[in-house]
């Protein structure tokens, strides 16, 4: 294989066309393959990739640009649009960066709602990648199923917040509502399907031989690479470490609940999967204890000033936490005004789909590309706000 | 490593076949929203003042206010119109409705048949006013319980406690600092609703805008467009904007007054100068004014202001008619009184005092030398009570009480007082009685709620252990033999006469009671004195049931004479006498329509 890279000169590989050894072929932005409108240029020889160059841009909508002309509250039904399947990691982040300039700290049961909807939240962004990640493999039995069971979640987020995709929830000073009658049972009814899907998907994902055949030793993940790459997420749990912002730095009520970062070894494509699904174990466990533990009355919002001239006072935060993709972030800066001089999203899928994928993907199989960007967990609509 | 079992498990999909597909076939009925889904929009039209602050919060610009209804006070008229093809749903809109009439159904689906319809019209419509197969959806998002995009309770104003106030005439009211002014204005939502309904259509959202961003000689400016007595208005108005603040329907009013206040309060020297600064070209035309009060002054500010030659005739020694003789100083202090009027004096305006008219000048004479007369000389000719024994010297007027305070003339009211009357001047004789060291009882013939006196003046008489006793007809007033009164009342009945009508007391039959006082004082209205309309000039106007004819810009029969203030609206308070000062300033200009160059 050594032999098909082109040659390196001055730092760059150069190409011998004329050689008719290599074709250039485009995955995406329009293609079943990929994880969102992005795409992947890619120099094959044969059926293996040379050199891939990831190309974003298609789904810039300039939210941050546009944060900086509206007041917070006109923000806060942006925020979630930056990320379409876990759209909720961003609304808490908006609130919470928001909150800590203003100096707030929220009622202790809007916590809990928060910690449960963003837990829901990442049930949801799991399962559907399950799905993605056997359809990329030809499985699209389990991606039909998973959808499914995703709708069944959407299902709870509309019977609790009023919306399926975006809830809109997570208001600056609190949440917007308690949790309806009846809710704990239906949620109760839907874990428990998704509990015996996953056993389904054990059987058939990762106990199949061409599953199997595909996934170990694709796309391996070594230590050396984690800070080089800013690995986060399960990617980087997949390879055995445990970064994990729910346990490394806990936020709203993390540290009440009992659980652990899951890893595994592999660091490959197989072994993501698994953190994945174990993840989702793990998301069902949080959920319960959570509908065990939290407290039903009390206030659900601080008074704040009037929103429309909600002045939030000059400074700068960075705050985090740990999304479906891993460390998500907001840095937002105030010249007490208001509106936001500056917020930046830092969403991992950045460094994940372009700096991590364009040096994972050399040397790999055509057909195993889809395969291993589903496997990094990558939503375009955060890499570009 | 490969196994046997790798091979196999796959094959466990087949299972699926065999159990009910996650799938619906045909989609037999629409499923419905849940409970609290965020749908298409409801509004209770009647409910909706069309203050559009939900137009103001939508990030998408879905919303327009368009005219539904006749506007009114405290409502605009418009109601808020949404485009389905902007709105995303969040329901901010409902979220800060301050009436709360703007909520969600949960019907998601709309089919729009045809393409007649203006595109820019598709899938929009004013809920409440274009009928919609989900207006009288019960389910649906609405706001929860204890969460608010609005500041609904007003900073509270520091105030003299009632004990330390009985001991002086001092201002009860202290004031906002700039921290409190502040807060209370991030509180407006700048819907304007109260500028249509204020007498003098101040651009109040514009000076509390002023207020939040600190921009006070700006915020003061504005205040002197529509009303030159701001320091007055900033204590004493009647306020009927807060009435109809937006704000008001869910939560407290803002401060509206008291804002005002602290703009006059915190403006400096220089910031007053600065409004003078703008050049004022003379005109050769000559206004003369009868009486310095608000109506007065405020006529002789814009005329002055637009270059007419401006004369006043006031038959006091000082400027402010009731404002002076009637509002006691803890309410409204002389020296901002003073403040006010030296800045309409110090636009060249020439304040003729002890000049009484019909009695030291004649109005032929100021009709005759004048291009135009602006009459506003108030009521001050107290009402009798209107029993017998009512002409003993002991029964005052509430006004000669309070101008003899002001004049600093010795009273001596005894230790107990009775004021008769329910409204502001009652409650202004009541209190200062109380400040001078009296036991004070009012007696009113209806009920508290029926009280024309502010609430606010109502709460803290009684804060000032001023005793009250409703539904009390006098009935005579006798002297007891220790030289003392002696006051006879009945009880009374409200008694409905008329439905949609308010109750009248109707004294009980027998029903007599009796309360000892060395002075009563009787606060129950006055009427106009009409010694100004002397000799011929005045001939020409109308008068009907008491009352000088004009119209709406004040302008009577005769075209050189205009009115305003208590004689002529029905409100009579400072801020419609300023309002109708300035209304027929206008007038009076259009009318003499002098030559101007650019
Ligand atoms: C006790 C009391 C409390 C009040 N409290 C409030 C309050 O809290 N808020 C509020 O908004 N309003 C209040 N009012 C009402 C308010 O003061 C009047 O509505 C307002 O002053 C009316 O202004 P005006 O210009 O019409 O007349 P006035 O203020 O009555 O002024 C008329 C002037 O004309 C002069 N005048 C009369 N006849 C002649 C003449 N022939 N020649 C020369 N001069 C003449 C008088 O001396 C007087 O100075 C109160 C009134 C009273 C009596
Ligand atoms: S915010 Fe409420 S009251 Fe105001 S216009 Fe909108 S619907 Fe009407
Ligand atoms: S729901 Fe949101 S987007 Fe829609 S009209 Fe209301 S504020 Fe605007």
Known sequence: MENLYPPIVDGKSVYDLDSQKYLKMWQGPQHPGVTGNMSLELDISGDQVVKCKAHVGYLHRGFEKLMERRRYINCFPIVCRICVPEPDTNEYLFAAAMEDLLGLDIPERAKWLRTLNLELSRLASFVMWLGGQSGAFGMGTVAQWCLAHRDYVLDLFEEWTGARIYHMYMTPGGVRGGLPEGWDAHAEKVLDGIYKLLDEIRHVMFNNAIFKQRAKGLGVITPDMFDRFGIVGPNVRGSGSTRDIRKDTPYLIYDQLDFEAVTEQGGDVYARAKVRWREVYQSIDLIRQILKNMPRKGPLHITLPNVLHLKVPAGETYVRAESTRGEYGYYMVSDGSEYPRKVTVRGPSYTHAMALLEHLAVGVNTADVAGLMVSLHTYPPEIER | ?598
């Not at chain 2, 309410?331 to 005092?353: E, H, M, S």
């Not at chain 2, 003046?457 to 005793?467: D, K, L, P, Q, T």
């Open chain 2, 1 to 598: 490593m490969m196994r046997l079992q790798d091979i196999l498990s796959p094959f466990y999909v087949w299972k699926r076949a065999f159990e009910k597909p996650f799938s619906i076939a045909v989609l037999s009925a629409p499923r419905p929203g849940s409970p609290t889904y965020r749908g298409f929009h409801q509004n209770d039209i009647d409910k909706c003042i069309g203050c559009g602050t939900c137009a103001e919060i939508c990030q998408n610009v879905s919303i327009d206010m368009v005219p539904v209804k006749e506007a009114q006070d405290g409502d605009s008229g418009l109601r808020p119109r949404i485009d389905y093809g902007r709105c995303c749903w969040c329901a901010l809109c409902v979220d800060i409705c301050p009436t709360g009439s703007l909520t969600m159904s949960n019907a998601y689906t709309w089919v729009e048949e045809g393409l007649d319809r203006d595109v820019r019209e598709t899938y929009c419509y004013t809920p409440g006013a274009d009928p919609q197969p989900w207006d009288d959806e019960a389910l649906g998002y609405r706001k929860p319980e204890g969460y608010e995009l609005l500041h609904l309770e007003r900073v509270p104003m520091p105030h003299l406690a009632p004990g330390e106030r009985l001991n002086s005439f001092v201002e009860m009211v202290k004031g906002y600092s700039h921290e409190l002014a502040v807060q209370e204005a991030d509180r407006c939502i700048q819907c304007g609703i109260c500028t249509a309904t204020c007498p003098a259509h101040m651009n109040i959202p514009a000076y509390i805008k002023a207020i939040r961003e600190d921009k006070i000689a700006e915020g003061l400016k504005i205040l002197y467009e529509t009303n030159p007595l701001p320091g007055v208005c900033g204590r004493i108005c009647t306020r009927r904007c807060e009435d109809v603040c937006a704000l008001s329907h869910r939560g407290e009013a803002i401060s509206i007054r008291w804002l005002k206040r602290y703009l006059t309060d915190c403006a400096s020297a220089e910031d007053y100068k600065a409004l003078l600064e703008s050049e004022i070209k003379p005109l050769d035309r000559k206004i003369a004014i009868i009486g310095a009060g608000p109506g007065g002054l405020s006529a002789a500010y814009y005329l002055a202001g637009m270059g007419y030659a401006v004369e006043i005739f006031e038959q006091n020694a000082a400027a402010g008619g009731m404002l002076r003789y009637g509002i006691p100083e803890y309410r409204l202090p002389y020296t901002k009184l003073d403040q006010d009027v030296a800045q309409i004096a110090a636009l060249g305006v020439k304040f003729n005092y002890n000049a009484c008219i019909g009695r030291d000048l004649s109005f032929d004479d100021l009709y005759n030398r004048f291009d135009a007369v602006f009459v506003s000389v108030g009521m001050f000719e107290p009402y009798r009570i209107g029993i017998p024994g009512d002409d003993n010297a002991k029964v005052i007027s509430g006004l000669q009480l309070l101008s003899d305070v002001t004049n600093g003339v010795p009273v001596d009211l005894g230790r107990r007082v009775v004021v008769v009357g329910g409204g502001n001047v009652a409650m202004d004789a009541a209190r200062t009685a109380k400040r001078l060291g009296c036991e004070v009882t009012v007696l009113y013939r209806r009920r508290e709620v029926d009280m024309p006196a502010d609430v606010e003046e109502i709460e803290e008489a009684r804060e000032e252990s001023v005793n009250f006793i409703f539904q009390a007809i006098p009935l005579e007033i006798k002297t007891a033999d220790d030289g003392s009164l002696s006051f006879d009342w009945g009880k009374a009945e409200m008694v409905q006469q008329k439905p949609g009508e308010r109750p009248q007391p109707i004294l009980i039959e027998g029903s007599r009671e009796n309360i000892a006082a060395d002075t009563i004082i009787a606060a129950i209205g006055q009427g106009v004195n009409y010694l100004w309309m002397d000799g011929e000039a005045s001939a020409k106007i109308e008068l009907k049931k008491f009352r000088v004819q004009a119209d709406r810009w004040g302008r009577t029969a005769d075209t050189k004479i205009f009115i305003g203030g208590d004689m002529f609206n029905p409100t009579a308070d400072a801020i419609t006498a300023i309002a109708d000062g300035h209304r027929s300033a206008r007038a009076i200009d259009k009318m003499l329509n002098p030559p101007r160059e650019n």
